[in-house]
């Protein structure tokens, strides 16, 4: 570990690229390792010269970055993981004991500065690849996320204060200490920032940037929060970040006696595994895992709006957790649905990220995807729209890293789930459409499916019926977030960002505003004049009353 006395972003007339050094304990640490980041575009003109360039860069064999590199961030050391665990222990009691209200401001403060620079912050996830739309779609998300509405509301819960008598009762949640963030690799400035949100209910905080794409976290992260930390007066520690790897990183918090919760972002399987050892251990799991969201199209919907928000699945590429995975149309529209979500994913085009209209991302792996498509063909399923390779200029191209929006056509719900892309999360461009049988109880067949999903992220319905939707309200027991007629993905006020039940969130999952789920409830009784006695026997309890006749009468 090197502690550096200059700022942790460094930039030079000779150097115009950005260097992210880790942030420990108030202080900068170097490295003598960098992870460099290359733009996105680069990657699209050249993928193996731009791949080549990266590789050579970290390795010391080249010393000469291109105008293709956009930054780099010092790899951490072993010393630095943990320091950075013992820095946020000594400042966790001294930030919890903040009040309220000042925690509280730092959250309005982060808003401020993400509205002030949202275009930098936009610029730096497209660089890593987030399509522009995306991205601002994402820093419109983290506004929301710091908004007055969703912080009151979180304030509300993290302290009520109640008059009973000679008492002042107060209900709240206080600080579980050290919680320790590992964001994914999709999204992950924009899930940095929702994971630091346990800093407003007075946790410290440690982060660690995916080494995939660590340039979006560590900007985020040093340019929006640290300012707005400083400005409340937060002691050295309460926020450290680093980019390192992920086994060591999760085995050092595992064993530490001074982390409290992790809050893991990734896959189903290793994220319960986690969730399990961190039982073990006595930790809190913190769990944003895979979706496989589903989205009900009855008879009656509005088929254009429909339409718009089925076509999110293909949002990304698919690659983000909380976009549809699967529908359910009503056999008398499902016809009329498919013919025009046909139509919808043709209009969804490659490009470049900088590029305006531009909504899918390049797909490296793409070798499962066609496994999917192939089993769901094998199972009776129809190809209705896609399944193919596509340039980034919209061609058709054997070797193109982009993949045409698919749509599939399901008939029936019994067995609909022997599907491998109906059963679980598939994370590309593939939305299965299932048509139920008609039958006189097809809402309560379809009710039993969308809550028999092991996944629960979010559901939605789009129906006019009133009685179809009250039902369908009342009834939907999974998922963290219901949405009814609306997009599927957007942000709104008030409702949680994240967070859903099953395997989308672990054995205690739910819909996720970290800064509670951080916390642990407390209750607090103040009183003065109350007789200990009196407040549990009563102050008519027979022997004391005589006790207090017989004072009288020696009196």
């Known amino acids: 570990m090197t502690l550096s006395l ?23 640490v170097d490295s003598d390792r960098y992870l460099y980041t290359v733009s996105t575009r680069s990657i699209l003109t050249d993928v193996f010269a731009s791949l080549t360039l990266k590789r050579r860069l970290e390795q010391g064999l ?3 970055p291109t105008e293709d590199v956009v930054g780099r961030c010092a790899v951490a050391d072993a010393e630095t ?27 309005a403060l982060i808003r401020d500065r993400i509205s002030a620079r949202r275009d930098e912050l936009v610029d730096v996830l497209v660089a890593e690849g987030s399509p522009a739309a995306l991205a601002r779609w ?15 509301y979180c304030a509300g819960q993290l302290h009520q204060e109640f008059r009973h008598g000679n008492r002042v009762l107060t209900v709240r949640r206080v600080a579980d200490g050290v919680v320790c963030v590992n964001p994914p690799q999709n999204a992950p400035a924009a899930s940095a920032l929702f994971g630091i949100t346990p800093l407003l209910a007075g946790n410290a905080v440690v982060v660690r940037a995916p080494r995939s794409a660590p340039l979006g976290v560590m900007f985020a992260l040093r340019e929006l929060v640290l300012p707005a ?9 309460t926020l450290n970040f680093f980019c390192a790897r992920p086994g060591p990183t999760l085995r050092t918090w595992l064993e530490s006696g001074q982390v409290d919760d992790i809050f893991y972002t990734g896959d189903v399987e290793r994220g319960l595994a ?6 073990a251990r ?5 769990l944003e895992l895979a979706g496989n969201d589903c989205v009900v ?10 339409v718009e928000a089925l076509t999110e699945c293909f949002y990304g590429s698919g690659q983000i957790c909380m976009v549809p995975n699967q529908v359910v149309a009503h056999p008398d529209i499902a016809g009329e649905l498919l013919t025009r979500l046909a139509a919808a994913a043709a209009r969804i085009r490659p490009g470049y990220p900088d590029e305006e209209g531009v909504l899918l991302s390049p797909v490296l792996r793409s070798e499962r995807f066609f496994a999917y498509v192939r089993d769901a063909l094998d199972r009776g399923a129809t190809l209705v729209h896609g399944a193919r390779r596509l340039d980034v200029d919209g061609s058709v191209c054997d070797t193109g890293l982009f993949l045409e929006p698919t749509v599939l056509r399901v008939d029936g719900l019994a067995g609909a789930r022997e599907i491998d892309a109906v059963r679980s999360e598939t994370f590309f461009p593939l939305l299965p459409v299932i048509v139920p049988r008609p039958a006189p109880d097809l809402l309560d067949a379809v009710l039993g499916f969308v809550n028999s999903n092991p996944y629960g992220l979010r559901n939605s319905l789009w129906a006019t019926d009133t009685t179809v939707i009250d039902r369908f309200v009342a009834r939907t027991t999974n998922g963290g977030v219901l949405k009814i007629n609306d997009s599927h993905i957007g942000f709104v006020p008030y409702l949680p960002t994240h967070g859903g039940t099953g395997l989308s969130g672990g054995a205690f999952g739910e819909a996720n505003y970290p800064m509670l789920r951080s916390s642990h409830l407390q209750g607090v009784s103040r009183a003065t004049g109350i007789r200990p006695r009196d407040a549990v026997l009563g102050a008519d309890y027979e022997p004391q009353r005589e006790s207090r006749r017989e004072s009288r009468r020696r009196g």
């Open 6 to 28: 200059a700022s942790g972003t460094s930039r030079s007339h000779d150097d115009p690229m950005p260097t992210h050094l880790s942030h420990v304990g108030g202080r900068d």
């Open 62 to 64: 080249e010393d000469a």
């Open 81 to 107: 993981v943990v320091a950075a665990v013992d820095a946020a222990a000594t400042a966790a009691p001294v930030w919890a004991a903040t009040p309220l209200a000042t925690r509280m401001r730092l959250g």
């Open 138 to 152: 994402q820093v419109a998300g983290l506004l929301e996320l710091f908004g007055p509405e969703t912080l009151g």
């Open 229 to 237: 930390l400083a400005e409340v007066g937060a002691p050295a520690g």
């Open 274 to 279: 986690l969730e399990r050892e961190c039982v």
């Open 282 to 286: 006595g930790k809190k799991p913190i």
């Open 297 to 306: 199209v009855w008879r009656d919907a509005d088929l254009d709006g429909a």
